[in-house]
């Protein structure tokens, strides 16, 4: 429909340059009014608990998935992370009219937060090695310590047990 081809057009040319991957509006009978992928147009998505949490509660509600290949504005993509987005469509009224989803490529932040995750453990495995050294180096000297003042003290009474004789 000539509409929808409007709709396709304005929505690819406003999610160029960002990390969306694909754009569905529902009706509040669950129907898809629109999808990116136009072979979902018209299919329902009653059960869907995303949709279904918007829909009672007319807040946005998300969700993170992996999924090993996805239909995108540009085709297909593969490994990707994503965060599904479900946002309600409030009319001028002030009711619910819709609901809007977007499905957001966040493939390169789960890169970051699993290299920085690595740094984090091998600082914390350092840090820990580091303080073990620590305590084991002042358990040693206070052991030390202690030894020669047990050295010291049965020296002394030595020497005080053989003054008190003499």
């Given at each position: 429909h000539p509409v929808t081809l409007d709709i396709h057009a304005t929505l690819k040319e406003l999610t160029t340059g960002l990390p969306i991957l694909k754009v569905k509006m529902y009706s509040l009978d669950a129907l898809t009014v629109y999808s990116s992928q136009f072979s979902q147009m018209g299919a329902s998505k009653r059960g869907n608990k995303g949709f279904e949490a918007t829909l009672n509660?007319?807040?946005?509600?998300?969700?993170?998935?992996?999924?090993e290949t996805f239909a995108s504005f540009?085709?297909?993509?593969?490994?990707?992370?994503?965060?599904?987005?479900?946002l309600p469509i409030i009319g001028e009224n002030g009711q619910l009219e819709g609901i809007f989803e977007l499905y957001s490529d966040v493939t390169p932040l789960v890169g970051e937060i699993n290299n920085m995750t690595?740094?984090?453990?091998m600082a914390l495995f350092a840090s820990f090695g580091l303080l073990y050294a620590v305590l084991f180096w002042v358990v040693r000297h206070a052991s030390?310590?202690?030894?020669?003042?047990?050295i010291d003290l049965v020296a002394a009474q030595k020497e005080a047990t053989s003054s008190n004789t003499a």
């Open positions: 509660s007319e807040k946005p509600t998300t969700k993170t998935s992996f999924r540009d085709g297909p993509v593969k490994d990707r992370h994503l965060v599904e987005s479900y690595v740094k984090v453990m030390g310590v202690m030894k020669k003042q047990h």
